[in-house]
Every structure is written in structure tokens, then in C-alpha cells.
């Protein structure tokens, strides 16, 4: 199988990967709506909108700094690292993420979109500029923006809330012109993320889906590779270097 797919990236010179939750999921990173998932203690619309923050900040906060905490503990993990290492063998490759922890960058890849923002930054609630990222945030006593007196929050995309339109508008260049596209360790629910492999698809891209469980977009996908990212990307990259 994997001797099919390295023939596959081998043969095309533009490819683009989306990637969710799952694939830091081996960096113990719990993942959304998985088991032991984030959300299987709060509830999305509980904590991650502007709703929530506006009407429990502290909560909001206090999750926030747990899961930062948690990500200030974590690696990179194989799967990272492969996509990391892909890209520099491939002419023209684009990483898209859900994730918001940042483990792209740490394992080396250059540039990342990342569609949902990042959890270690902080913008003003009002003003929308970032603060200085080394402020640790007090749940209970919440600073205040330096230009308008807003408070701070995570500089993350909430549900409801637009993403930033160049990273979105970008992401999905990427996608209706590439002639293959991963879908690595994502659900494929949460919109407009969700719309990219599809539009991928559309344009005439091969797609490639790699998950231990099937998802939405499985039956369209031309491979699904059930299995860990990191196990799966690295036996991708090692058959694609032994036959090139
Ligand atoms: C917007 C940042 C509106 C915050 C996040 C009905 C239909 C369609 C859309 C909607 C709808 N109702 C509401 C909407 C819109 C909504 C949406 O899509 N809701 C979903 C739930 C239906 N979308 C939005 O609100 C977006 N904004 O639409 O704006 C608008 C429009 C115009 C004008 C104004 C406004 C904003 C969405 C962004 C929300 N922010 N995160 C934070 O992180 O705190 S989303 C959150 O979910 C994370 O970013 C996460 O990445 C993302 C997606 O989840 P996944 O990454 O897929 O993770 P999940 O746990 O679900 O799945 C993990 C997968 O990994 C599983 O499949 C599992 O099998 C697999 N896995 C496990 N282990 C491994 C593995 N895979 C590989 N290897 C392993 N080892
Ligand atoms: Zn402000």
C-alpha cells in the first residue's frame, strides 16, 4: 500500500495538507470529540465562543490556561515531524491546520496555516490586537489591553467568529489547486475547515485520508489510511525516499 501512495506523491508536484486535532493526539494532546476528548468535559458552545467569554470569563480563562499548560508539556510527535520533512520533497507543499498548539512550527515546518489561530497568543477583546504573548493570564483578574482597556482573550478563532480572511482565502488556494490532498487526523465537521478537502476533491485533486476511525469524508477520499498519523506519515515518507 504505501509503495502505491509514495508512486502517488511522487508523481505530483503540488500537494496540500490539512491537519486536526488527531494528529497531536500521540503528543498527548487530547483531541476534540474524541473518548477522552477536551470537549467531553465542556461542551464547545460552552467555553469556546464569544458568548461564553463574555458571560464567564474566568471560566474561559481557566480552561484556556489548562490547555496551554498542557501544550507547554507536549512534543512534536513522529507524525509532526513527517510533514515537516515532506515538504522539503515536494516543490510545492502547504500545511493547513485546525490546531491551535502550535507542534508544526515546533517540529520544523516553516510555514503553517493555521485556519483556527494560536493558543499561546493573546489579542483584546475589544480592539482585537495581540498582546505581548509572555503575559500569564489570572483567571480571577484578567489584564487589561494597553491601547483601548479591553480584556484580554486567547487569539483563537471561537465558533461563530470569522476566520482571518487571508489565512482562510490562502487555505483554500492551496486546496482548489493541488493535485493531492491529505486529510490528516481531523473530523472533518467543524466548517470551513471541513469544506477544503472537499473543494480538493472538486478541482480534481487525488485525496488521501489518514484516521484510525472513519469520518465524513471517508467514502470520497481515493485512499483512507486507517492509522495513527504517527505511524502512517512516517511509513509514507520512508517508502517515498526508498523509491525515489
Ligand atoms: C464560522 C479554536 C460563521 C478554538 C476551533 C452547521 C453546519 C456547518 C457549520 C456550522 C453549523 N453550525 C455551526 C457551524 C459553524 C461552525 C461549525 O463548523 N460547527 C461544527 C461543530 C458543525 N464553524 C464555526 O463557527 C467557524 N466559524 O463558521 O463563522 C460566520 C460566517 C460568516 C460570518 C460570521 C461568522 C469557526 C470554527 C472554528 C472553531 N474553533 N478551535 C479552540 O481550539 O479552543 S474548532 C476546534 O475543532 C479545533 O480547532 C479543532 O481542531 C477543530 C476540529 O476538530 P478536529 O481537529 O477535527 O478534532 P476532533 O477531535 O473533532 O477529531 C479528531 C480526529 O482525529 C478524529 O477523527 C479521530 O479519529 C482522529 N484521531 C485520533 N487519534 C488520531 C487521529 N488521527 C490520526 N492519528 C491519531 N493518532
Ligand atoms: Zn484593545
Redesign the pocket.
Same mark, same amino acid.
Given at each position: 500500500m504505501y509503495e502505491e501512495i509514495a508512486k502517488v506523491v511522487r508523481n505530483c508536484g503540488k500537494i496540500a495538507v490539512l491537519t486536526g486535532a488527531g494528529i497531536s493526539a500521540e503528543s498527548g494532546v487530547p483531541t476534540f470529540r474524541g473518548k477522552e476528548g477536551l470537549w467531553g468535559k465542556f461542551r464547545p458552545e460552552e467555553l469556546a465562543t464569544m458568548d461564553a467569554f463574555m458571560a464567564n470569563p474566568e471560566i474561559v480563562w481557566e480552561w484556556y490556561n489548562w490547555r496551554r499548560q498542557l501544550i507547554g508539556e507536549v512534543q512534536p510527535n513522529p507524525g509532526h515531524y513527517a510533514l515537516a520533512e515532506l515538504a522539503s520533497e515536494i516543490d510545492d507543499f502547504s500545511l493547513i491546520t485546525q490546531n491551535v498548539d502550535g507542534l508544526h512550527r515546533a517540529a520544523g515546518s516553516r510555514e503553517v496555516l493555521e485556519l483556527h489561530g494560536n493558543i499561546m497568543f493573546n489579542? !483584546?477583546?475589544? !480592539?482585537?490586537?495581540r498582546?505581548p504573548e509572555d503575559i500569564d493570564i489570572d483567571p480571577s483578574n484578567i489584564p487589561? !489591553?494597553?491601547?483601548? /482597556? /479591553?480584556s484580554l482573550r486567547p487569539d483563537v478563532v471561537w465558533f461563530g467568529e470569522m476566520l482571518d480572511r487571508e489565512v482562510i482565502s490562502e487555505a483554500f488556494r492551496a486546496a482548489e489547486t493541488c493535485e493531492l490532498f491529505f486529510s490528516v487526523g481531523t473530523s472533518a465537521i467543524v466548517h470551513p475547515a471541513a469544506s477544503l478537502p472537499i473543494s480538493a476533491k472538486q478541482a480534481g485533486a487525488t485525496l488521501i485520508e489518514v484516521n484510525p476511525e472513519r469520518t465524513p469524508l471517508s467514502d470520497l477520499a481515493d485512499y483512507y489510511l486507517a492509522g495513527p498519523s504517527g505511524e502512517v506519515l512516517p511509513q509514507i515518507l520512508e517508502a517515498l525516499r526508498e523509491h525515489s
Open positions: 489579542k !483584546c477583546v475589544k !480592539c482585537n490586537r498582546a487589561a !489591553c494597553e491601547h483601548c /482597556g /479591553g
